[in-house]
């Protein structure tokens, strides 16, 4: 069965640091482009960050300014997110997803997001 | 960033109606454009994703259409299981913006 795992939520003070795993399996791993999803309690979905199955291309939305970091290690079968100088209004599920295939040489980006995890809760208030 | 807008934003339907959302992209985004259905407390699931390819596994009384900046979902005879919140999602460019969401639920 094909299956993501999200863990590393948890309530968080402003200004501090959290680092959420998702953990894949029933899939070649590292055959894939991943990314992160989040969703603020009763608002729509917001795609956060891709990586390439290589880890070579990486893409985050402008709204995080550069806090967050995606990173993956195939060997582990592992995707993480680390998010730095927390706000509140990071408050949300997050959620990792499967994106499209990748070949040795590029990956197909336009996919649809085809494997969802279960999504783990941040909250960041003082 | 391309900006995704729904419509409705809600809507009431008794089951066995037929329902259609539409979506709209602020530039031509060809045919990369998702469907996908969210239920309380759970992760979305794609229903159709390259504007009108219906996932596997998903009933065929969802449906797709729309190329460029202008797309639809209908669904054709709406079933109990398929109260919910449906988004779209444009795959076309980085940042893959999704739309705001349309809550269908029961009259």
């Known amino acids: 069965e094909v299956l993501l795992g999200e863990s590393g939520g948890g309530l968080e003070q402003p200004g501090g640091s959290l680092r959420l795993s998702c953990a894949a399996s029933?899939?070649?791993?590292?055959?894939?482009?991943m990314n992160w999803v989040r969703q603020a309690p009763g608002k729509g979905l917001e795609w956060v960050s891709y990586?390439?199955?290589?880890?070579?291309?990486?893409y985050y939305a402008d709204s995080l300014k550069g806090r967050f970091t995606i990173s993956r290690d195939n060997a582990k079968n592992s995707l993480y997110l680390q998010m730095n100088s927390l706000r509140a209004e990071d408050t949300a599920v997050y959620y990792c997803?499967?994106?499209?295939?990748?070949?040795?040489?590029?990956?197909?980006?336009?996919?649809?997001?085809?494997?969802w995890g279960q999504g783990t809760m941040v909250t960041v208030s003082s | 960033d391309i900006q995704m807008t729904q419509s409705p934003s809600s809507l009431s339907a008794s089951v066995g109606d037929r329902v259609t959302i539409t979506c709209r992209a602020s530039q031509s985004i060809s045919s990369y454009l998702n469907w996908y259905q969210q239920k309380p407390g759970k992760a979305p699931k794609v229903l159709i994703y390259a504007a009108s390819t219906l996932q596997s596994g998903v009933p065929s009384r969802f449906s797709g259409s729309g190329s460029g900046t202008d797309f639809t979902l209908t669904i054709s005879g709406l079933q109990p299981e398929d109260f919910a919140t449906y988004s779209c999602?444009?795959?076309?460019?980085?940042?893959?913006?999704f739309g705001p969401g349309t809550k269908v639920d029961i009259k």
């Open positions: 990586i390439s199955s290589s880890s070579s291309t990486v």
């Open positions: 997803a499967r994106g499209g295939h990748c070949s040795s040489t590029s990956c197909f980006i336009r996919a649809a997001f085809d494997i």
């Open positions: 029933g899939f070649s791993f590292s055959n894939y482009g």
């Open positions: 999602q444009q795959s076309y460019n980085a940042p893959f913006t």
